[in-house]
């Protein structure tokens, strides 16, 4: 993977792209005409754009391009396995163009989830990438975590590590603290659109991250685990502690914090990995991506910031 960097918008003059409607994919919900903007060297990634955006979303659709596969080989290293091609296209989902409209996709494999949907972010490039990221990384969950409250954390998470958090916005952990932080580590639930749920698992996660639990040893077991695991599982696997033990020390942790609960990070267990992907190249794993174990149901996955709902 080449060394990770901000997205900063290029002034350079667009190349000529076409109006390939016909060649697109079928988007989960977007009906507008596909504006073909290229693919990425490896091949592995597709992206068009809505027209009418006009210059300031071809420059995010030619920046998402530009960024896919440093994206790809990020997202391969944290999950050890090298993902399919994918067609993602920029457009104002939910009306927006400034990243909170979010993404979605069909499925969280690479066949049911091919077609991704992202929002624009205009003069902000980062948060498409981070868009496209979060929607990426469901597709490496195999079939598993789709829909469920573990694999959102970890998709945000995805997000989160590739893009220098880019999308602090999306932070749900917050709110799981001012609700009375409910206990999502020895159940899981099975939606992705509970801002407690999805916050217990960010905040749990990045507990985890904190004890020296990169990303990249944290996604390939929570996949294993499947639907039906739960955060004080992953603990269990991790540590070789007893999963009993997973949320009464989360919570003693929590109540050592000086600051309380204010942010997706708050033990700050995502920086060094946020740092290096800054800094170094990391490797890509070349092993054969896997066959779907499962088959998510033909519904959208929308990733959205905490104070949106799906329309």
């Known amino acids: 993977m080449s060394p990770s960097h901000r997205i900063k918008a290029t002034k350079k003059k667009p190349a000529d792209i076409s109006r390939d409607s016909a060649g697109a994919p ?4 977007y009906q507008g005409t596909s ?82 949907e992202v929002d624009a972010s205009f003069g902000n490039s980062a948060r498409v990438s981070a868009l496209f990221e979060a929607e990426l990384s469901e597709c490496s969950m195999n ?21 220098n958090n880019a999308l602090s916005d999306f932070a749900t952990a917050p709110q799981w603290a001012q609700d009375g932080m409910p206990d999502y580590v020895n159940k899981t639930d099975p939606t992705d659109q509970n801002a407690d749920s999805t916050g217990c698992g960010m905040a749990f996660l990045s507990w985890l991250m904190s004890q020296s639990y990169s990303l990249d040893k944290i996604a390939p077991p929570m996949v294993a685990l499947g639907d039906a695991g739960t955060l004080a599982q992953l603990y ?51 092993t054969k991506a896997p066959t779907p174990t499962a088959i998510c149901p033909p519904k959208s996955r929308r990733l959205l910031p905490p104070n949106r709902k799906i329309a």
């Not at 754009?49 to 995010?60: C, E, M, R, W």
């Not at 079939?143 to 893009?163: F, H, K, M, P």
């Not at 109540?255 to 990391?282: E, H, S, W, Y």
């Open 35 to 116: 504006q073909l903007v290229g693919t990425s060297p490896s091949g592995r990634v597709t992206v068009y754009v809505d027209p009418t955006l006009g210059q300031s979303g071809l420059q995010n659709a030619q920046d998402l391009l530009n960024d896919a596969d440093r994206v790809t080989a990020a997202n391969d290293t944290i999950f050890g396995t090298t993902g399919g091609p994918v067609s993602v296209i920029v457009f104002a989902l939910g009306n927006s163009t400034d990243g909170t409209g979010g993404a979605d996709h069909m499925g969280c494999d690479y066949t049911t989830g091919a077609a991704i």
């Open 26 to 29: 079928t988007w989960p919900s």
């Open 236 to 286: 269990a696997n991790l540590t070789s502690d007893a999963a009993s033990n997973a949320w009464p020390k989360f919570q003693n942790a929590i109540k050592a914090l000086p600051n309380g609960v204010t942010n997706d990070d708050p033990f700050a267990g995502a920086q060094p990995q946020i740092a290096n992907m800054r800094a170094a190249k990391m490797p890509v794993r070349a």
């Open 143 to 163: 079939g598993n975590l789709c829909g469920q409250s573990t694999g959102e954390a970890l998709s945000r998470w995805c997000a989160a590590v590739i893009s």
